[in-house]
């Protein structure tokens, strides 16, 4: 990983064209983004691997969409209207509101998760904290809530407020028995959604990390309440070994350890279900190349468990910044059907065609972070090549907003080069150059993590035959071009480079 900085990303990510601060021409707002034309397609990418991988590859899950504003009712029972909320100070002097936690982490290099407002105010006043804005002092801590509220038709009335959702998870639930009735599905099965959430976060920061306006990939997971067993849970993820930080040695400031999935089952740390579930997560980030020495799996403290949750297992990016989520994954129990069926009257309970009995399931729920997997992802790749003297993103190619790039090796061929061009375009997202020197061109593609780069040169005349260049070891092969097409969905599927042409020499 890069030692750049947070603002380093953000700069370098703005003057490549994937991430734009909201409104810029405005002043811009916290927390809203852009994402620009090399950055709409890299988070396409990353959504649609998303869905294909725990949708459509699977015969267990379905998906739907639903509607980003939603009655108060919705969110009064999922608990949001009452719990959904951060701990807030203000400074007495120049009125600026901070997160107490974030603030006190900021100035004294502590990890103050879970706390509660009693223990943050005594924190504050023991170290005599101050604003960090004018060194004025602060008040007693508050709570603020994060849900957008929105007002819905013309009468402004109680009853016509609603809000944004603060989570997709809850669409999912209400939509449960719709699902049901309209869907062949059985238990255990799952319900998959991707949609933007919203909320209104106190001090955003960290760039794409904390927003208020932000992405989701999430699936509830509908087992048996007595089923313990995971039929799904293979070798395959029981010898996943990975870097675990328990609630014990986070409370002990003991240091995090690797550990086999086998292993936090056979201690009764996590049941078969959230193992089966959080080891397919953490493989759907490292099959997309990131590097495992920067993931680690963490588990809540009892403190810190949402309201809804019996246990939860986060899994942690290692940014510049520090150990940070970019996937939850939570025991949701009966919580939420058994509160909209509270709520709204109607029956959660569904028929198990197997057991012959009406029952509620219980939920498990694997939510990963659309944006924060993005920034994870563009983090990982980026890399400053001494050698080349630019930066080369190594994006995995089925994440490079663009999979290919062609060049004509001087202006005199170009006819040849765009023909070439247009035959690939319409099967691979594609882009043509023809200015500068090829040396800069590839260059160019480097920095934005284009994986293979076409040359059309004198010889492809003669020879019918072009120079396709690998992103990251330099290496070029010569193709037929005929062939040229089918050698890039091999590549594009993982085939060894030198295996899919004739080698030539390394630039």
Known sequence: MSKLSIEDLSIFAKKKGFVFPSTEIYGGMSGFFEYGPLGVELKNSLKQHWWKTFVQDRDDICGIDGSIISSGKVWEASGHLSSFADLLTECSKCKKNHRADHLIEDKLKINVEGLGADALNKIIRDNKLECPECKGSLKEIASFNLMFPVQVGADATKDSTAYLRGETAQLIFTAFKSVV?????????????????????ISPRDFLFRTREFEQMEIEYFIRPKEKKCPLLSKRQ???EVLFYSESAQKSKKEQKKVKISQLVKNKVMGEWHAYWLAESYLWYTELGMQEKNLRIREHTSEELSHYS???????YNFPFGWKEIHGNANRGQFDLTQHQKFSGKPMDIFDEETKEKMIPWVVEPSFGADRAFLAFLYDAYHEDKERGNIVL????????FKVAVFPLVNKIEEQALQVYLLLK?????????????????ARADEIGIPYCVTVDFDTEKDKSVTIRDRDTTKQ????????????RKLLDGEKFESCGKVLSQK
Do not use: C, W
């Open 181 to 201: 009735d309209s869907s062949r599905v059985k238990l255990p099965f799952g319900i998959a959604q991707i949609g933007k959430a919203f909320r209104n976060e």
């Open 238 to 240: 029981l010898d996943l």
């Open 310 to 316: 019996s246990g939860t297992f986060d899994i942690d």
């Open 394 to 401: 190594k994006l995995h190619p089925k994440l490079a907003p």
């Open 426 to 442: 319409k099967d691979f997202i594609s882009m043509f150059d023809r200015s500068g020197s090829v040396g800069r061109r590839y």
């Open 477 to 488: 092969i010569r193709v037929k071009i005929t062939e040229l097409k089918d050698v890039l």
